[in-house]
């Protein structure tokens, strides 16, 4: 519970000898102070502990406190999780209904922040294009929430259909459906329907029409081409760092074998034990409360890529953290090689995501496994059965078999496609120019 106690500060004496009186805020060992409208001199405070003497201005600032607590009392026992920025702005605004408004362009940001913290970089780069391009269409970097009508949304969608290169239906879309996103995140946060406190009491969302999206472009591939993949020579150019075919072709069929492993989970798993992999999905583990772990096992045609890249510290499962500095540098790499393996295969614009949309197609198309075992193979959210889930003990054994029943009909022998001697010189000759030219930055520094 927020504590208030008004004070005077010595140290803070103006230059007319007056003290501004403070309330100080205190909540869950935080302290802040609030600047009141009164100024008292030094004969209205006591001389040792400068103390509030002068009655007046007691009865004044019991009469501010009173006034906090009874804002805040309306919280109940909520207030006690509240952070600090929440209780100030409870107290210190006047009628929270009629005049709260919010910056929802800052508000974005803070989300977008939080987002990246938790690990959803991919995720939290959608939002950055949806919020420039708001900040764009209004040409300031201020919106307020009171600004977002359905009038303005219409007006900044048809303002996106006319910017050159975009893909209309896809972009208009996304950017609106990110904004209501953060719009409704926004209202879960501020109003409390329970206390009868509604800030954001519109939706101005619902009163719209989304343009339609285009057809989702089909990323599963055959059982064919992913034996295509397999076969492949891997190549023998020469270059710094990672050949990113040769990595692109390993990490592909990893996750396929792995059932579709995201590149986010594959960079951040730490848990490799009894030939298992235990992961939580980080894309869904926020809105599962089981906080979507999956236990993946490891079946022999795939140890070998397993071992290939695996962590030597024991730090996480693999080493890909060391080769590349963020999961999204690490994507990108992944990508850029698979266009090149695409082509080899008959592919055009091959994507890593393509190795779990052709898991969960040839796993219910062609190995028979039904479709209730493909969803909870590929870890997703499902909320008709979250009540389900809670009492159901959870076995790993229909997931292992689904994915033995699509190993076996896709039948690659990994085992078999053996990385040239020429892509272990390469790392040498990186680590050694990485070394050489951090002797000559020393050098020249010391010059």
Known sequence: MATFKAEVYAHQKKK??????????????????????????????????????????????????????????????????????????IITTDNENEKFDLDIVAYTWKEIKRMKEAGHGGNADTYICAVRSLVKFVGREKVMLSEITAKFLQNWADWITKQPNVTRGYVTHNYLNRMRAIYNRAKKEFNDEDAGVIRIPYSPFSHIDFPKLPATRKR?????????????????????????????????????????????????????????????????????????????????????LVDKYRDPTGKRVFRFYTMYADVNTFSTALNKGLKKVGKLVGVDDLEFYAARHSWATIALNDAGVDKYTVHTSLNHVDDSMRVTDIYIKKSWDPIDQANRKVINLVNINISETKEPINEKVQRKLFCLSNLLRQNEDDTTAHQ
């Open 220 to 304: 599963a591939l055959t059982v064919e081409q992913i034996q295509a993949i397999a076969n492949l020579e891997y190549t023998k150019i020469l270059q710094p760092g990672t050949n990113r075919f040769n990595f692109a072709k390993d990490v592909f069929l990893l996750s396929f074998g792995l059932i579709g492993m995201n590149a986010i989970d594959l960079y951040n798993c730490t848990d490799y034990r009894n030939g298992r992999i235990t992961y939580q999905r980080i894309k869904t583990k926020e809105r599962r409360i089981d906080k979507a772990e999956i236990s993946i096992k490891v079946e022999p045609e795939y140890q070998v």
């Open 16 to 89: 007319d000898g007056t003290y501004n009186i403070k309330i100080r805020v205190t909540h869950n060992g935080e302290k802040r102070y609030l600047a009141t409208p009164y100024f008292i001199y030094k004969e209205d405070i006591t001389q040792k502990t400068f103390k509030i003497k002068n009655q007046h201005y007691i009865d004044l600032t019991d009469e501010m406190i009173r006034t906090y607590r009874k804002r805040l009392d309306r919280w109940g026992e909520r207030q006690t999780s509240m952070t600090m920025e929440q209780i100030i702005r």
